[in-house]
């Protein structure tokens, strides 16, 4: 009888626990409906407000009037369904609309989606599986997003990343490269098993995806393609420095295609694989020198503490010692560049942490995904995430790079 009363209560315990988050989600959603409503309508109000003197000058009507409001509409968003109701307004200016860009015309799922999608692709979910996916993060009020939903999704998206790879690059400039070979779990094929990313700086300090193509286990060769490839679509100038780790088959491709580009090794690949040459009693210790190493203020404080770590480890610990020699032409290339930009250099952190949550070195699934709609997924993923890529710090300086200024440790030189 205990036992029964216990179990009882743990299932009423369950069932108010239910309660308690439905009753939240509820909470969450009508506020969110609330904010969304008060947005819009401040959007309206705003628009209208602006063109308040406009005036027909026979009848001497206001131009631009509200006119009622549009049928309610349901937004997917990650708290599920959200109800709104748009107003409607009438402009009767010639060539003129007005566009909400808080709402903007048939939307239906906030952008946020448009992010989960690919990233639960490549994850390796199936189309037939996404509506119980998205249901389970998402709640049974997930509605519209059925397989064949989906499809045309995907669909669209394609189209849009063929598009992007055949753009003209002809007005661009690229100051920085970010390169990497990323894994997904989705397989490309047996032979071209990861998608080769470069990010770009451009003149203004934006961050951006410059290019994004499945290759043959990062070689040389398909580094080489993709290089062409830009110099096809009329980037006639490389970059000034190219930030990437030690096993791509790029720096081989760059000094071929882009000669006149720099070599910068990310750090954070560097300190990862001299750890893992050395036995984890040292590793802390270790890397804590390293990180004094890149982070010295000027070159010759950097190449102090190299020298330091040579002497200390290299006895006991020469795979790791050898490791950070081999990349030693190419691991201060920073300190040529303006002190601002430092940060930027030394890793090859936009592409990480861009594709951190999908990325897969070790295991992928049996089953092959389409080439081209993995392509597709990560280029979506990578368009999501380029919008909160935020500017470089000092891009003020990047077009004296461009022109071929001198720095030292950061600082520019003044010719005398």
């Excluded at 308690?20 to 109000?45: K, N, P």
């Excluded at 000094?255 to 893992?276: G, I, M, Y």
Aim: a positive charge; hydrophobic letters at 40%; one cysteine or more.
């Amino acid at each position: 009888m205990g036992d029964g009363n216990a179990w009882t209560v743990r299932c009423r315990g369950g069932e108010a626990v239910g309660e308690a988050r439905r009753s939240l989600d509820e909470v969450l959603r009508e506020g969110a409906r609330r904010m969304l409503q008060q947005a819009i309508e401040a959007e309206v109000t705003d628009y209208l407000e602006r063109h308040v003197c406009e005036r027909d000058a026979e009848t001497g009507r206001r131009r631009v009037v509200r006119n009622g409001s549009l049928p309610e509409r349901e937004i997917l968003s990650s708290l599920g369904l959200i109800p709104v109701t748009q107003p409607r307004v009438r402009d009767r200016r010639p060539g003129k609309k007005f566009t909400s860009a808080i709402l903007p015309p048939y939307l239906r799922r906030a952008p946020s989606l448009d992010a989960l999608i690919p990233a639960l692709y490549l994850k390796g979910v199936s189309t037939n599986a996404f509506p119980e996916a998205l249901a389970s993060i998402l709640g049974d009020g997930v509605k519209g997003l059925s397989p064949s939903t989906i499809v045309r999704l995907k669909e669209s998206w394609e189209a849009d990343y063929r598009a992007w790879t055949d753009r003209d690059l002809s007005s661009k400039r690229y100051v920085y490269f970010w390169v990497d070979g990323i894994y997904f779990n989705v397989r490309l094929g047996a032979e071209r098993p990861c998608v080769l990313v470069v990010v770009g700086a451009t003149e203004d300090g934006a961050k951006e995806l410059v290019a994004l193509r499945d290759g043959e286990r990062e070689s040389a060769i398909s580094w080489k393609g993709l290089l062409l490839d830009l110099k096809r679509r009329g980037l006639a100038e490389g970059p000034c420095v190219s930030v990437g780790d030690g096993a791509l088959g790029f720096w081989s491709a760059l000094d071929e295609v882009f000669p006149r580009s720099r070599r910068q090794r990310c750090w954070v690949h560097k300190t990862a694989n001299v750890l893992d040459k050395m036995p984890k009693s040292l590793q802390p210790a270790a890397k804590a020198t390293i990180h004094r190493m890149y982070q010295a203020a000027t070159k010759k404080e950097a190449l102090a503490v190299y020298d330091d770590f040579i002497e200390l480890y290299g006895a006991k610990c020469p795979r790791a010692a050898a490791c950070l020699e081999k990349d030693k032409d190419d691991l201060f290339t920073f300190y040529d560049f303006p002190a601002e930009h430092w940060m930027h250099l030394r890793t090859t952190n936009p592409i990480e942490s861009t594709f951190a949550t999908v990325r897969h070195r070790h295991r992928q699934t049996k089953g092959c995904g389409s080439r081209t709609a993995t392509l597709s997924m990560v280029h979506k993923l990578a368009v999501e995430a380029e919008k909160h890529w935020r500017k470089l710090n000092g891009y003020a300086l990047i077009g004296k790079v461009i022109r071929g200024a001198v720095f030292e440790d950061g600082v520019e030189k003044l010719a005398a």
